[in-house]
T-cell receptor
Framework: QKEVEQNSGPLSVPEGAIASLNCTYS??????FFWYRQYSGKSPELIMS????GDKEDGRFTAQLNKASQYVSLLIRDSQPSDSATYLC??????????????FGKGMKLTVNP | DAGITQSPRHKVTETGTPVTLRCHQT?????MYWYRQDPGHGLRLIHY???????DKGEVSDGYSVSRSKTEDFLLTLESATSSQTSVYFC???????????FGSGTRLTVV
């Protein structure tokens, strides 16, 4: 099982719809979870972080975490064409010596159609 | 990105030659990382540093070495470049290691 898994997609939604992106992880000890957005040809940009079970909202973005089921999701409300990008789920994995490392899923490409 | 600079932005090199990529930060962050990004594989960690002269391997470290002699600079060296190392390389920095990382703009490396 991959450490961090995302559906490969792509996902296409109409403008104004809700886009739902999902991610599962294998390490039950993980405590920190992130969503990055990456436009084509650009570097990943952190858009959401979540550390405890439940929902965390920031504008049109909501991150959801369920540690018992080991999944993280990202909801984008009122999707806009400018949201078209690849979304990367990432999880902090603790390692020997306490040097945590960020492990990424392969990403999900989202297209929002006008 | 502000505070983190990668150089060069693009490079074409021949198989068998050594190549060094540079990551420079002005944020005084303790942690620095090198990732490569390839279609179908996503972002994979090559090496990372948790302090000056303190480095460790990531999941795809074969054929790569790193050095960090100053807080602000983290160098990635391909000892003898191969075509399989054609990729986009990203440097990232983090203050505490457990929070989200900030990425540089990337280096597109082509090995011919």
């Amino acid at each position: 099982q991959k450490e961090v898994e995302q559906n490969s997609g792509p996902l296409s939604v109409p403008e104004g719809a809700i886009a739902s992106l999902n991610c599962t992880y294998s390490d039950r000890g993980s405590q920190s979870f992130f969503w990055y957005r990456q436009y084509s040809g650009k570097s990943p940009e952190l858009i959401m972080s979540i550390y405890s079970n439940g929902d965390k909202e920031d504008g049109r973005f909501t991150a959801q975490l369920n540690k018992a089921s080991q999944y993280v999701s990202l909801l984008i409300r009122d999707s806009q064409p400018s949201d078209s990008a690849t979304y990367l789920c990432a999880v902090i994995r603790a390692s020997q010596g306490g040097s945590e490392k960020l492990v990424f899923g392969k990403g999900m490409k989202l297209t929002v159609n006008p | 990105d502000a505070g983190i600079t990668q150089s060069p932005r693009h490079k074409v090199t021949e198989t068998g030659t050594p190549v060094t990529l540079r990551c420079h930060q002005t944020e005084n962050h303790r942690y620095m990382y090198w990732y490569r990004q390839d279609p179908g594989h996503g972002l994979r960690l090559i090496h990372y540093s948790y302090g000056v002269k303190d480095t460790d391997k990531g999941e795809v470290s074969d054929g790569y070495s790193v050095s960090r002699s100053k807080t602000e600079d983290f160098l990635l060296t391909l000892e003898s470049a191969t075509s399989s190392q054609t990729s986009v390389y990203f440097c990232a920095i983090s203050d505490q290691g457990t929070y989200g990382y900030t990425f540089g703009s990337g280096t597109r490396l082509t090995v011919v």
